[in-house]
């Protein structure tokens, strides 16, 4: 997915033994020219509790392009816990659990391909089935339509 100036890609999960790690390469472009020396690649431990970043932003990009090429990274998901009047209980369970599935997600859709193609055959179909009686054209729709989703 292309972030500013930086592209990045997640390339896939690798195993370290048991531990699972979602492995990013982040490239540095000028213009439309990658640029050689500016490539890293990083690896963010996806086991239980861990999640990777969600890279949304040039800064965030450039804080983690201080790190080593090759490191391993944990990220720690976030949970508030909270007592109330007896064993601790899960309270506003914060949006970071879904931070990592929702950026492998958009980062997916963000290349095309079948799973774009797939949510894409989707959201035209229901806009078909809900909109049969106009005459509109559900295809543009569907586009801008998961365009918006995926932000």
């Known amino acids: 997915m292309k972030v500013g100036k930086y592209n990045v890609d997640f390339a896939g999960v690798k195993y ?61 998901t976030k949970l508030t816990v909270r007592e109330v009047g007896g064993p601790a209980c899960l309270q506003n369970e914060t949006v970071d659990f879904m931070e990592m599935p929702i950026a492998l997600l958009r980062a997916e859709l963000l290349q095309g391909g079948d799973l774009y193609n797939g949510f894409l055959a989707s959201i035209e179909s229901s806009l078909k089935e809900q909109l049969s009686d106009l005459q509109v054209d559900t295809a543009v729709i569907a586009g801008e339509v998961l365009r918006r989703i995926i932000g």
Do not use: H, R, W
């Not at 033994?17 to 982040?26: E, L």
């Not at 540095?28 to 020219?33: H, K, Q, R, W």
């Not at 500016?38 to 949304?56: C, D, Q, R």
């Open 16 to 76: 370290d033994g048991t531990i699972p790690y979602s492995k990013v390469v982040i490239e540095e472009f000028d213009g439309d020219c990658p640029i050689a020396m500016y490539t890293k690649t990083l690896y963010f431990n996806i086991g239980t509790n861990f999640m990777v970043s969600p890279f949304s932003t040039e800064k965030e990009i450039e804080d983690y392009l201080g790190y080593p090429d090759n490191t391993k990274l944990q990220l720690s």
